[in-house]
């Protein structure tokens, strides 16, 4: 066995053997080999079609409860109508505000101004069960009807607390989409779509990365095919938003449809100046960082380093009987 495998004529044809088997299958091989490139490309086309269909699902969903032509009930108009809530609490601004929120029509409202006049009763009632019924406080009268006012006042007031976090989420979410928007707008209008199908084909595509987007996108194309003025379809789309760089593309959308410049060169630059303004706002909040640090550093790291770095001689003055 040793004088076989030390043999040179046997190791000369084993790499003999091995050269050959390797220059077959050299050779080989990219005869064998399959489209990996075509197979990735169906399967992410497929992933993409199935992340699509469950987020306009969802975006259908959401839109169930935006219609525009929803109605309040009889009773909750009857209510508002008899105390003219309406005048007393809603102003042009108020009506804005919901729809900032993704609130449109009438049943929103009426909703809105019905609980603004009912959760303060029902919190100042629940305030005074509770403080003169209920709970054993041994307080003044004056003191404890004051805070059953103060009870039914954040009642007066929560309704445009709800409003104002369901507007900011909203921004927040147009906002980080907008960019993204405006460079498939880009690219739609320079493919020479009109500005319909433009509006429509990304609000179609936008709707996974936001779905607020996709819905004021979807509303904006519906006015500019029966509001009589095109202008007025643009500015209510900022309107709704109330976001300045919604606006500023809309106003380079109305000027070059009043004076016939291109849409290319202002979609470009207008999707680049919403990518440095979301980079600011970003750069901003880290530089905000130190500051709002400083505080929870001074009450929980220092005293812990304190107590790490005097603890050992602590520990031996008392070894010592100093202390």
């Known amino acids: ?52 269909t469950r987020e ?126 405006i460079d498939l707008l880009l690219i739609c209008v320079e493919s020479g779509m009109s500005a319909e199908a433009a509006f429509r084909k990304v609000a179609e595509e936008i709707g996974i990365q936001s779905s607020e987007l996709a819905e004021e996108l979807m509303l904006t194309t519906a006015e500019l095919s029966y509001l009589p003025d095109r202008r007025q379809a643009y500015e209510n789309l900022a309107q709704r938003t109330g976001l300045e760089g919604v606006r500023a593309v809309m106003t380079a959308l109305i000027q070059a449809e009043r004076y016939g410049t291109p849409l290319g060169h202002a979609l470009r630059v207008m999707a680049q100046e919403n990518r440095d303004i979301r980079m600011n706002e970003a750069e901003k909040k880290a530089a905000a960082l130190p500051p709002k640090l400083t505080v929870p550093m001074i009450l929980f790291f220092l005293p812990v380093l304190f107590g790490v770095i005097l603890g050992p001689a602590v520990i031996e003055l008392m070894d010592q009987g100093f202390l």
């Open 1 to 52: 066995m040793v004088e076989t495998l030390t043999d040179s004529t046997v190791i000369v044809a084993v790499l003999a053997a091995v050269a050959v088997m390797a220059t077959i299958v050299t050779l080989a091989l990219p005869l064998l080999a399959t489209d990996k490139l075509s197979r990735r490309m169906k399967t992410v086309a497929i992933e993409r079609d199935k992340i699509r």
């Open 56 to 181: 306009r699902a969802r975006l259908a969903t959401e839109q169930k409860r935006a219609s525009l032509r929803n109605e309040p009930s009889a009773y909750v108009r009857r209510v508002v109508d008899r105390f003219n809530l309406r005048k007393a609490l809603a102003d042009e601004n108020t009506i804005n505000r919901l729809r900032m929120a993704g609130f449109r029509g009438q049943s929103p409202l009426f909703i809105f101004l019905l609980l603004r006049l009912v959760l303060p009763l029902v919190l100042f009632g629940f305030g005074v069960i509770y403080l003169f019924v209920l709970g054993d406080f041994q307080q003044p009268l004056i003191f404890k009807v004051a805070v059953a006012i103060l009870i039914g006042y954040v009642g007066f007031y929560a309704p445009n607390l709800y409003v104002s976090n369901r507007v900011q989420k909203r921004q927040q979410s147009i906002k980080r989409a907008w960019p993204d928007a």
